[in-house]
Nanobody, 121 residues
Framework: QVQLVESGGGLVQPGGSLRLSCTIS????????MGWYRQAPGKQRELVAS???????NYADSVKGRFTCSRDNAKNAVYLQMDDLKPQDTAVYYC???????????????WGQGTQVTVSS
């Protein structure tokens, strides 16, 4: 069994910053890609940022230059530093991992429960 637990969401004013954290635990053989998705009301879930085991990152165009995704392989953790937040960043943010377990050695997708980020004055 694999668990992804997020923290760090909340309410912030435009231009402010938040840092999301996600820790992955369980019967983990290997973690490949880790990252963050978000879903705003009435919209589809979209990729925000991801980082590979080797540290290569990928960002949505809308967050480039404002968000930084990083991971700590020793802690099985992934982070999202969000700066210069805008009202359009308001969404539920989901931690995501592509993970292989000892029980099922092929990788599959796992999700956290989501954390609300609201950007409003």
């Amino acid at each position: 069994q694999v668990q992804l637990v997020e923290s760090g969401g909340g309410l912030v004013q435009p231009g402010g910053s938040l840092r999301l954290s996600c820790t992955i635990s369980g019967d983990i053989f290997s973690i490949y890609s880790m990252g963050w998705y978000r879903q705003a009301p009435g919209k589809q879930r979209e990729l925000v940022a991801s980082v590979t085991t080797g540290g290569s990152t990928n960002y949505a165009d809308s967050v480039k230059g404002r968000f930084t995704c990083s991971r700590d392989n020793a802690k099985n953790a992934v982070y999202l530093q969000m700066d210069d937040l805008k009202p359009q960043d308001t969404a539920v943010y989901y931690c995501h991992g592509t993970i292989a377990t000892f029980e099922v050695l092929t990788e599959r997708d796992y999700w956290g429960q989501g954390t609300q980020v609201t950007v409003s004055s």
